[in-house]
């Protein structure tokens, strides 16, 4: 297939662009380094470097088969506190997006969806059919989306999958998480225990846990590009199918800070701090519907993800320190 990845020079786009490209599709990616790398873009790949609004203009330069989307803002706090530029990025973007793959009918579209749609949910494992409430900004422009991606698939007979991701982790074909402004739990556990950062704050410890801290499910980076390759080909016309990713089992930090230490052999110092706005206590998934539709299951566990993802940590301080 031919296909145009936005967002390919972020972190799963890079991921997911190489894992195509393995497979034999042709790749474009279209990414305006906001927040992605050029270097980050896979061997193979032509690389655009434009707005999602303006992706009109590529997809008028030839015929393609899909669109796999990531390009969006997508940290929880940032949301918060500048809604507008989710809004107008996820949503106002996207749409801009959507209207192009009308105008050059693309068939098909992948959609990075996220569990924070769901926001704090009332069963655990949580299930495509929970309640879409979220939390925060950066959830409620996911959903927008994944609701324009409904009525593309009746109104225009778009094949349309969103893949909701939960907590991604790990490393692939020498792609990871490199973000200039991190916030995620595990590089930033890594660079504690590394001596980069003096400590790791713990965002609550009065959450209704076990532990008082927030369980999240974590999914290798690479079980998760298998999702959209799987995706691809089981996308139906005039179909808008909706799958969860995640492990199907809960971390607390504290386990996550228990495993990093294990997986590294290094303590990982840390400051017991306040909450951060926006965060719901668990999310777990259910993946049964992901196994049903795609014939998709993860593989990975927590220490693999750990494991990766401080391989990627270590080669790439390797590299910082030998270039300067
Ligand atoms: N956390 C800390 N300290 C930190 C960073 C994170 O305690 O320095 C905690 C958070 O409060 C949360 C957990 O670690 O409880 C995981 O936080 P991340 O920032 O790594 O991930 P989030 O759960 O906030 O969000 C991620 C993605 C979202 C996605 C969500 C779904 O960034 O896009 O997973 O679970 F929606």
Redesign the pocket.
């Known amino acids: 297939m031919r296909l145009l990845v936005t967002g390919g020079a972020g972190y799963i786009g890079s991921v997911v662009s190489r894992l195509l490209l393995a497979e034999g599709h042709d790749v474009t990616v279209l990414d305006d380094l906001s927040t992605g790398h050029a270097d980050a873009v896979a061997d193979g790949a032509e690389f655009v470097q434009a707005d999602i609004a303006d992706a009109g203009v590529v997809l008028a330069r030839q015929s393609y088969d899909g669109v796999v989307h990531f390009a969006a803002k ?4 940032q949301s918060v506190v500048d809604p507008s530029l989710y809004w107008r990025t996820n949503v106002g973007g996207t749409r801009e997006l959507l209207d192009a793959v009308t105008a050059h009918g693309v068939p098909r579209f992948v959609f990075s969806s ?4 769901y926001g704090e949910p009332e069963e655990l494992p949580i299930r495509e059919t929970a309640p879409a409430r979220p939390t925060n900004p ?2 409620a422009s ?1 959903l927008a989306v994944d609701m324009m991606l409904g009525g593309e698939a009746t109104a225009h007979g778009l094949a349309a999958v969103s893949l909701r ?4 982790g790990g490393a692939s074909r020498g792609a990871g998480e490199r973000h200039a402004m991190e ?4 590089p ?2 890594l660079d504690a225990a590394a001596g980069v950062r003096p400590a ?5 410890t009065d ?1 209704p846990t076990p532990d008082g ?5 974590y999914v290798h980076v690479e079980d998760l590009a298998r999702a959209h390759l799987l995706a691809l080909n089981a996308a139906q016309p005039s179909q808008h199918l909706i799958c969860n990713l995640g492990n199907g089992g809960g971390f607390s ?1 504290r386990e ?1 800070v228990e495993t990093i230490r294990e997986v590294t052999g290094l303590a990982v110092p840390v400051n017991e ?1 306040s ?2 706005p ?3 206590a668990t ?1 777990v998934a259910s993946h049964e519907l992901a196994a049903d539709a795609l014939g998709w299951t993860p593989t990975a566990d927590l220490s693999r993800i750990v494991a990766d993802a401080w391989d990627f940590h270590r080669s790439r301080r390797t590299t910082q320190t030998s270039v300067s």
């Open positions: 997508s940290l929880v706090g996220t569990a924070a749609v950066y959830g996911k991701y939960f907590n991604v916030t995620h739990l595990i930033i556990a790791l704050d713990i965002y609550g959450w801290t927030c369980i999240r499910d930090v996550v701090s909450r951060r926006g965060d719901p999310l």
